[in-house]
């Protein structure tokens, strides 16, 4: 197919996606197997259950013609995978994730009328849970799949959607199974998830994510000595220890080498937990206090052993004056450590494609950057495979009201479709 025939292709293919057409299928999606897919990267909670989503998102890829297989490590959680076309060009993996953060305070989801699976409009953002991160990127994605199916598109290369479980969680059962017991390893992968950047009303965009920051759990435990309450003169209380750190881990500095590209967060500490005391002793100060942190903004060269030692030097420069308390950081058990990722060249597909689509359609080059935050792409950088992430959503991730704009969702399905089509090429009809 010439250029010519494959504009008009391109096209035909943005006057089918339209904002009604997104808001169905994502509504859909944001309510499809809900609570249950709620995933929680807290290690001591059971993981999600995403097989109702999956066997929907199985469904829509059936109905487009692709041969879908179902992959499950792990009960009640299947990894769905679609495939079609072949021989003649590269492969191409169109990636999203079926978990989503869990709910736990539904009585703050106000703009849902208190039932965050209930995608709700309101004017040009689109609310409910797993809108941004990341449903409704996928009903992006998904939507234009669907299109091309229409116009009765036969590709060159192959086609794969790979729907994952157990992304919030950083993938053991999903992208981490695909990649390495499974062998996945398509040429190129897009994971459709937030790269999206300015406010409803200024100028916006989407970025294009070509690496991704890592990020680790780490329990520091400060034991001391127990006394009544009474007799604070006599006891060593780890809680005030804990007083005294908590800031100077917020303001700490990692070793590391600085990086081409950095992220918006440098490596550095967020406070997510911090546990003391047993239930039935208020009589007594406690001997005990952890605080588990989630160290972010992880890049290439940090590891799990340089991440411990910077922060067990702030633990003793901050406690080590005390012979009453000892600190200690360690990994937090049952988490894993994710390193970060190098980037994909801009000059190297899938870039290529995606920035000659975003320019042509926004009349502007996208912005290249490292992403924040653990996405599915991270293990499919691992596994070599030209992996990056470019989606609607909002690096924002609310903990409630989720939203994600409706415009924007609409102009990445349109650059979905055409990053598809561009890539694998397209045989001319018979």
């Known amino acids: 197919m010439d250029e010519v025939a494959l504009q008009a292709l391109c096209d035909s293919a943005c006057e089918k996606i339209t904002e009604d057409r997104f808001i169905e299928l994502a509504t859909a999606l944001i309510k499809a197997g ?103 990127n996928m009903a992006a994605a998904l939507l234009a799949v669907q299109v091309l199916h229409e116009l009765g598109v036969t590709y060159k290369g192959e086609l794969m959607c790979c729907f994952t479980v157990d992304e919030e969680r950083d993938g053991t059962d999903g992208s981490i199974y695909m990649t390495e017991e499974l062998g996945l390893k398509p040429d190129y992968s897009i994971t459709a998830e937030p790269t999206a950047w ?23 435990d400060i034991t001391g000595v127990k006394g009544h309450i009474w007799r604070p003169d006599i006891v060593a209380n780890p809680i005030l220890q804990a007083a005294k750190l908590l800031p100077e881990l917020e303001k700490m500095a990692f070793e590391h080498v600085p990086h081409m590209f950095m992220g918006h967060t440098p490596p550095c500490c967020s406070v997510v937990r911090v546990r003391s005391g047993l239930e039935g002793e208020m009589q007594f100060s406690p001997d005990h206090c952890r605080i588990t942190l989630a160290v972010v903004g992880i890049v290439p060269e940090m590891t799990m052993d340089s991440v411990l030692s910077d922060i067990q030097s702030v633990c003793n420069s901050v406690c080590g004056g005390s012979n009453e308390i000892s600190v200690t950081a360690s990994q937090t058990p049952g988490s894993l450590f994710v390193p970060g990722t190098e980037p994909v060249p801009d000059d190297q597909e899938p870039c290529v494609t995606l920035r000659r689509v975003y320019r042509d359609m926004m009349g502007e ?25 470019f989606g609607p959503g909002e690096d924002g991730w609310a903990a409630d009201n989720e939203w994600i704009s409706i415009p924007k969702s609409v102009a990445a399905a349109k650059i979905y479709a055409q990053t598809i089509v561009r890539i694998l090429g397209v045989k001319a009809p018979a």
Not at 74 to 92: E, Q, Y
Not at 118 to 136: E, I, M, N, P, V
Not at 198 to 217: D, V, Y
Not at 373 to 389: E, L, P
Request: aromatic share 6%.
């Open 34 to 136: 809900q609570p249950r897919s709620g995933n929680a990267l807290d290690p001591d909670m059971p993981g999600a259950e995403e097989e109702a989503i999956a066997l929907f998102v199985a469904g829509k890829l059936e109905a487009v013609g692709q041969t879908v297989t179902l992959h499950e490590k792990t009960r009640h959680r299947p990894n769905v995978l679609g495939r079609i076309g072949g021989g003649d060009g590269p492969s191409l993996m169109i990636n999203d994730h079926l978990d989503t953060y869990p709910v736990v305070e539904p009585e703050k989801w106000h703009m849902t009328d208190f039932d965050p699976f209930k995608a709700t409009r309101h004017g040009d953002l689109l609310y409910g849970r797993g809108t941004s991160d990341t449903r409704a």
């Open 198 to 220: 300015g406010g409803p009303e200024g100028p916006w965009g989407m970025s294009i994510s070509t690496a991704n920051s890592g990020h680790c759990l780490v329990n520091i």
């Open 365 to 389: 080059e996208p912005k290249i950057n490292r992403k924040n935050a653990f996405n599915d792409t991270i293990r499919f950088r691992q596994a070599g495979i030209n992996a990056v992430t």
